[in-house]
């Protein structure tokens, strides 16, 4: 089988995300049994070739480093234009596309033009897709009831489909594939950052208003008054100089450590390092970050919200809060008040996490794609 997956803006084997996670995972399994071509984008300063092979899969990159407001209104047709060249010479039989807009919405056109199945992955709540400005909701309207197929990363997001659009979807789970690093190195992280009993970490960029990492902070002023020690560890880009002046406006320049982005296969050292896993959020599909987190046996405290309560189980492997400084403070001191119990649940997050792995994911994608060619 011919496979054209569009990778939204996210480049191949990038740093810290579900949907960077997804790509080169995916891609790289399904490689082995089929031709796999896809589209990312260079966010590497143009440093990349604009196509090459990797691990099987053909790769093209769009060239951009960023994506300012002239360019969003350009790359579309760029990707357009690159995405139609290589059904064209490829013989491509489905379109996969990561994201809903715009990707999404080249998918079901070209599919409609060359006459082959689009799947179409949706990885965040409905509302959140549709409280935009009106010409991007009129784009997502039309791939939501034109898509040949719908992929959804979880059962909250499938149901949210059924509601909204009166459409079936396939729920396929993101995997998780992590090995625990060597004590030698765990202790090199733990001696370069001072890092001692409890250690707090947050994997996910700073994206307000959904990502909510300032009430993390806020929340640590609660948990420093019993834990003076504690550390928070922040992984991902984006983080303004708001958050950086709550930080110190709170007193805890010290124990707050914003540590930018980081490649994917350093991010299971980090949490190895870590006693609880903090994901404060306003909404969310199911973020990888909490599958990983709970993969390495580190309890995850997050907001009560969209997908969460599909993996994380109250006193279980984690708490689910309230969106608020006293929820988060409240939900990672009970974690922390006994340390036999956080091992314990610690234990139960890797047990559930073996079920889902990224073959299992790719296989699920696999036979949808299938099943939609022969359709």
Not at 118 to 132: A, D, E, G, V
Not at 257 to 269: A, Q, S, V, Y
Not at 360 to 366: D, K, L, P, S, Y
Request: charge should be positive.
């Amino acid at each position: 089988m011919n496979i054209l997956i569009l990778g939204s803006l996210s480049a191949w084997d990038a740093v810290t995300g579900g949907m960077e996670n997804y790509i080169t995972e995916v891609s790289e399994r399904l490689a082995k049994r089929h031709n796999v071509h896809v589209i990312v984008n260079n966010n590497d300063k143009g440093s990349l070739k604009s196509e090459e092979k990797i691990n099987r899969v053909s790769v093209y990159r769009l060239g951009y480093s960023r994506i300012g407001l002239k360019r969003m209104l350009i790359y579309p047709l760029d990707y357009y234009r690159i995405a139609k060249k290589i059904i064209e010479e490829n013989d491509i039989e489905i379109i996969h596309s990561l994201a809903s807009y715009p990707m999404g919405y080249i998918a079901c056109r070209l599919g409609k033009k060359f006459n082959i199945p689009s799947l179409i992955s949706i990885r965040n709540t409905i509302p959140s897709y549709m409280n935009t400005v009106f010409i991007k909701r009129h784009f997502l309207n039309y791939t939501f009831k034109n898509a040949t197929g719908l992929h959804t990363a979880s059962n909250y997001l499938k149901e949210q489909v059924k509601f909204f659009f009166r459409r079936e979807a396939l729920t396929v789970y993101n995997g998780v594939d992590i090995k625990p690093p060597g004590s030698g190195t765990k202790k090199r992280i733990r001696n370069k950052y001072g890092l001692k009993f409890p250690t707090i970490i947050c994997v996910s960029h700073y994206r307000p208003p959904q990502k909510r990492q300032d009430i993390l902070v806020r929340a640590g002023k609660g948990v420093i008054e019993k834990y003076p020690e504690m550390k928070i560890l922040f992984i991902g880009r984006g983080f303004s100089e708001s958050i950086l002046s709550l930080a110190r406006g709170l007193g805890l320049d010290n124990n707050i450590l914003f540590l930018g982005g980081k490649p994917r296969n350093e991010i299971p050292l980090y949490l190895s390092v870590s006693d609880v896993f903090a994901l404060p959020t306003l909404f969310e599909g199911l973020p990888n970050a909490v599958l990983e987190a709970l993969a390495m046996g580190v309890p995850v405290v997050a907001t009560k919200t969209g997908s969460l309560p599909e993996v994380v189980e109250n006193d279980i492997d984690g708490k689910l809060v309230p969106l608020s400084a006293e929820g988060f403070a409240e939900g990672i001191l009970d974690l922390l008040s006994d340390r036999k119990r956080l091992n314990t649940m610690g234990s139960s997050g890797v047990r559930k996490t073996r079920k889902f792995t990224w073959e299992n994911t790719a296989r699920g994608i696999e036979t949808e794609m299938i099943r939609l060619v022969k359709k």
